[in-house]
């Protein structure tokens, strides 16, 4: 079946760095369009970063310029560099996996930005 799974996450001081990353099996990941999506306590899902198959990219407005996505097709993996943390980047962070129709979730892991 299919499995994406994020590790990485935990607790930082604002300013600080994390890695994301998320493993994919159970799909031909190559085909995906790959994402980083979030959800804060009471708040909306909301698009954190995406890859197209392209390597094409885009951001939330509110991470453009310190969040960074990337993928390495032959690992199965896509990554969320995130830099400067603020408190504001504290949600779950969950990996998505998008082709058309067929849509894949993770079961999101916890960032926490605070100090």
């Known amino acids: 079946q299919v499995q994406l799974v994020e590790s990485g996450g935990g607790l930082v001081q604002p300013g600080g760095s994390l890695r994301l990353s998320c493993a994919a099996s159970?799909?031909?990941?190559?085909?995906?369009?790959m994402g980083w999506y979030r959800q804060a306590p009471g708040k909306q899902r909301e698009l954190v970063a995406r890859i197209t198959i392209l390597g094409g990219t885009n951001y939330g407005d509110s991470v453009k310029g310190r969040f960074t996505i990337s993928r390495d097709n032959a690992k199965k993996m896509v990554y969320l560099q995130m830099n400067s943390l603020k408190p504001e980047d504290t949600a779950v962070y969950y990996c998505?996996?998008?082709?058309?129709?067929?849509?894949?979730w993770g079961q999101g892991i916890q960032v926490t930005v605070s100090s």
């Open positions: 998505n996996a998008d082709r058309g129709g067929s849509i894949f």
């Open positions: 159970g799909i031909l990941f190559s085909i995906y369009d």
